[in-house]
């Protein structure tokens, strides 16, 4: 079946201008994760979603990070007012609910900001 | 707080050489903890998960590891090095409060000489 997609693969935005990524998970996944991978901080975690319950956002750098879920399905993550350390690949996972689940990634999407 | 240390950045092994990447965890409850591999230009696969079942794991393409509690350590082993394996590994330990959601390790990438 279809896997994690993301869009757009890349992306590329002028410092102060805000973007939208977007994470379509396999279908039946509850969970859904945006991850950060970039050269200086590794793999950092961002936000979390499960089903209906408020989603943990404990890895938002910063207000100006947010994300929603809709119809427990698509995701979409918004980066207001981007600054240049924003550039990283932003990661998006889905997994059944417990932990034991594999969390299946997508590709990613490429934000550069320049 | 979950936390996983990844020992050597960069870790070069001849093809048929015994491959042991480094992982060692801090956890304040029993953690769940997994490997993940990155090949060039791809998504993050899950190579093999420990979750508080056997102690010795065995993953895909003839990886394993073993959780040493006494050790705080989650080492990922293959007898036997091939090309085909040189990519960058993530140790990851589950987040505490945060659902199901992941700590990375910063990686380990594994080079492959003939």
């Known amino acids: 079946g279809a896997g994690v997609s993301q869009s757009p693969s890349n992306k590329v935005t002028e410092k102060g201008k805000d973007v939208e990524l977007r994470c379509d998970p396999i279908s039946g996944h509850t969970a859904l994760y945006w991850y950060r991978q970039s050269l200086g901080q590794g793999l950092e975690f961002l936000i979390y979603?499960?089903?209906?319950?408020?989603?943990?956002k404990s890895g938002l750098p910063s207000d100006r990070f947010s994300a929603e879920r809709t119809g427990g399905s698509v995701s979409t993550l918004t980066i207001q007012r981007t600054q240049q350390e924003d550039s990283a690949v932003y990661l998006c996972a889905s997994s059944q609910q417990g932990a034991s689940y594999e969390q299946y990634f997508g590709p990613g999407t490429r934000l550069t900001v320049t | 707080a979950q936390s996983v240390t990844q020992l050597g950045s960069h870790v070069s092994v001849s093809e048929g050489a015994l491959v042991l990447l480094r992982c060692n965890y801090s956890?304040?409850?029993?953690?769940?903890l997994f490997w993940y591999v990155q090949y060039p230009n791809q998504g993050l696969q899950l190579l093999l998960k420990y979750t508080s079942a056997a102690t010795l794991v065995k993953g895909i393409n003839g990886f394993e590891a073993e959780f040493k509690k006494s050790e705080t350590s989650f080492h990922l082993t293959k007898p036997s090095a091939h090309m085909s394996d040189a990519a960058e590994y993530f140790c990851a330990v589950n987040r505490p409060n945060s659902g199901y959601a992941l700590n990375f390790g910063k990686g380990t990438s594994l080079l492959v000489t003939p």
């Open positions: 979603f499960q089903g209906n319950s408020a989603p943990d």
């Open positions: 956890s304040s409850v029993p953690p769940y």
